[in-house]
C-alpha cells in the first residue's frame, strides 16, 4: 500500500507544487492583511482535499484501475490507499495550518481561540468532501463527481444564503458560544472533525463495495 501511495504521489507533484506556490502567495496576501487567514485556512483544505479527483482523471487516462484492481494485494487495499493518500493530505494541511496559526498569533496578533476554531471547521471540511466523493467517484468516475463536488459546494452556500434571508437563522445562538470556557468550545468543536474521520471510514467501506462489484 506504501507504494500505491507513492504513486499517488508522484502522480500528483506537478499539481501539488503548483498548489504550494499559491499557498504562498496567499500567504503573503494574509501578511499583507488583505486576505483574512481563516479564509486561507479553509480554502487551502477544499483545495487539497479535490487532489485525489485529479489522482483519478490520470488514472483512467493511463488505464492504471485494470492493472491495480489485478494486483495481489486486493481491491479492498487498493482502495484504502487512496483513502490514506486522504489522511496523508489532511494532516499536511493540518500541519500548514498550525504553523500559520502560530505565525499568525505571534506577528499579527490574531486571536489564538479564532484560530483554533477555524483550523477545527476547515479540518472536518476537508475530511468531509473526500468522504462524499471518493465513494462516487469509483462509481461514476472523475467528469461526473466533479459535477457533485459543485453541488456540494454551491447548494449549502445558497441554502445557508436564503435561510439567513428569510430570518429562519438564530445569529444569537452563535454569539452565546462566546461566553462557552475556551476549553469547553474547542472540546465541542473537535467533535466535527472526529465526525467527518468517521464518516471517511464508512466511505472506505461503501467504496470497497462499489469496487468489489465493478468490472474494469
Request: hydrophobic share 60%; net charge positive.
Amino acid at each position: 500500500m506504501t507504494g500505491l501511495m507513492m504513486k499517488d504521489l508522484l502522480v500528483m507533484r506537478k499539481a501539488l507544487k503548483s498548489y504550494f506556490l499559491i499557498i504562498a502567495f496567499y500567504a503573503v496576501l494574509a501578511w499583507m492583511d488583505i486576505l483574512n487567514f481563516g479564509f486561507i485556512i479553509t480554502f487551502i483544505q477544499v483545495m487539497l482535499m479535490v487532489l485525489p479527483i485529479s489522482a483519478f482523471a490520470y488514472d483512467d487516462q493511463a488505464k492504471w484501475d485494470r492493472y491495480a484492481m489485478s494486483l495481489p494485494l486486493g481491491r479492498s487495499k487498493v482502495v484504502g490507499a487512496r483513502y490514506l493518500f486522504v489522511l496523508l493530505l489532511s494532516l499536511c494541511t493540518l500541519a500548514l495550518g498550525l504553523g500559520g496559526a502560530a505565525f499568525s498569533c505571534m506577528f499579527q496578533q490574531e486571536d489564538l481561540l479564532e484560530m483554533l476554531l477555524t483550523l477545527i471547521v476547515s479540518a472536518a471540511i476537508g475530511l468531509l468532501i473526500p468522504a462524499l466523493l471518493l465513494p462516487v467517484t469509483y462509481k461514476w468516475g472523475p467528469e461526473r463527481a466533479r459535477i457533485y463536488l459543485y453541488a456540494m459546494l454551491l447548494i449549502p452556500f445558497v441554502g445557508f444564503l436564503l435561510l439567513a434571508k428569510a430570518d429562519l437563522i438564530d445569529f444569537s445562538t452563535l454569539n452565546r458560544l462566546g461566553t462557552l470556557p475556551p476549553t469547553v468550545l474547542i472540546g465541542g468543536m473537535a467533535l466535527l472533525p472526529l465526525g467527518a474521520l468517521a464518516a471517511l471510514f464508512v466511505s472506505y467501506f461503501i467504496s470497497c463495495r462499489v469496487v468489489a462489484g465493478k468490472e474494469y
